[in-house]
């Protein structure tokens, strides 16, 4: 008898410890920020600073420490350029937690949680679409979940990995990149503290024959030791791209020689339509990408030191596969 009180105290303290990503999670977070309600989170709108919002939530109820400017936010003012509307300049945020590990290095988590809004601010690829509502399920509430499940599992998680976490979500990406461009240029973490870049961008509709791409292979020589530790029959499928540039935010740190790795499971026929709704995304698979997510962050935990990346080959990416329209946006 004692020796099964025992067993099952045991395995409760286990299940403290385990967190595992969860469907559950993820339609939440998805059928919240792409409902009509928010009107497809355009920059400058007050769903948009709803959005926010309610990441800024998360990111409290999983006691990340703000590391904005302002609280969790940092504030800054983004500029419509493909089309004319009088309020061309609009006020923008990146939303930022901090998971402090106590360590000396730190891997950046991020996902931009704009989109176009009602159509009014230009990108749309569906006719006659202005004044329609984009919810974005795809682009980019996916990232977005996934950015606030790794949140919730690392922080929640009761153990101590020896990187911090750098969570943010980035304003203005439509626009430009505009949120982790400015981010980058005022930081408010130190960026030579920062090991490598993970960024989400349309993670919500696998392509389970082409498999995701991970962007950014070649950015760092290490990756290649941490991808010869996955074992490919355990995760969805994917397929790697040497180059770290391409149409999200990453770009803004790869620019800043960080190391990066973008993960995007490709076009469709709702990319920048008003067809973009949260019950067209495969959560399952939304899921298993995540999961080989976390399993390439936790292998960069113990891999080489800095600098991670390896400056020499900056000039020397091969860019393998920029055929898909939706990377060069």
Request: proline share 3%.
């Amino acid at each position: 008898m004692k020796n099964t009180i025992l067993f099952t105290f045991l395995l409760l303290g286990l299940c403290s410890y385990a967190q595992e990503i969860e469907v559950k999670n993820l339609k939440k977070h998805v059928y919240f920020l792409a409902s009509d309600r928010m009107k497809g989170r355009g920059t400058g709108s007050k769903q948009n600073q709803e959005a926010a919002k309610y990441i800024t939530s998360q990111f409290k109820k999983y006691k990340l420490e703000p590391l904005g400017v302002n609280g969790y936010y940092q504030d800054f003012e983004a500029k419509v350029r493909k089309v004319k509307v009088t309020d061309s300049i609009r006020p923008a945020r990146n939303v930022i937690g901090f998971l402090d590990n106590k360590a000396a290095k730190t891997v950046v988590i991020g996902a931009h949680y704009d989109h176009l809004g009602e159509g009014k601010q230009g990108s749309s690829l569906a006719k006659d679409s202005y004044g329609m509502i984009h919810n974005g399920a795809d682009d980019n509430a996916s990232g977005v979940a996934g950015l606030l499940e790794l949140a919730r599992v690392y922080s929640q998680n009761n153990i101590k990995e020896p990187v911090n976490f750098l969570f943010i979500a980035f304003g203005a990406e439509e626009l430009g990149l505009v949120g982790s461009r400015y981010f980058v240029k005022n930081p408010t973490y130190d960026l030579n503290k920062v090991l490598w870049m993970l960024n989400m961008d349309m993670i919500g509709r696998l392509n389970k024959e082409r498999g995701v791409s991970i962007i950014g292979y070649g950015t760092s020589p290490e990756f290649e030791t941490i991808f010869k530790e996955i074992d490919p029959n355990k995760f969805v499928k994917f397929y790697t791209g040497y180059e770290g540039r391409g149409g999200s935010d990453q770009t803004s740190f790869y620019e800043k020689d960080i190391p990066v790795l973008f993960f995007h499971t490709g076009g469709h026929d709702d990319y920048h339509k008003p067809t973009d709704d949260a019950d067209k995304i495969d959560y399952e698979s939304l899921k298993g990408i995540l999961e080989l997510e976390k399993a390439i962050v936790d292998g960069s935990f113990n891999v080489g030191s800095m600098p991670f990346r390896n400056t020499d080959q900056k000039n020397n990416f091969l860019v393998t596969f920029f055929a898909d329209c939706e990377l060069i946006r």
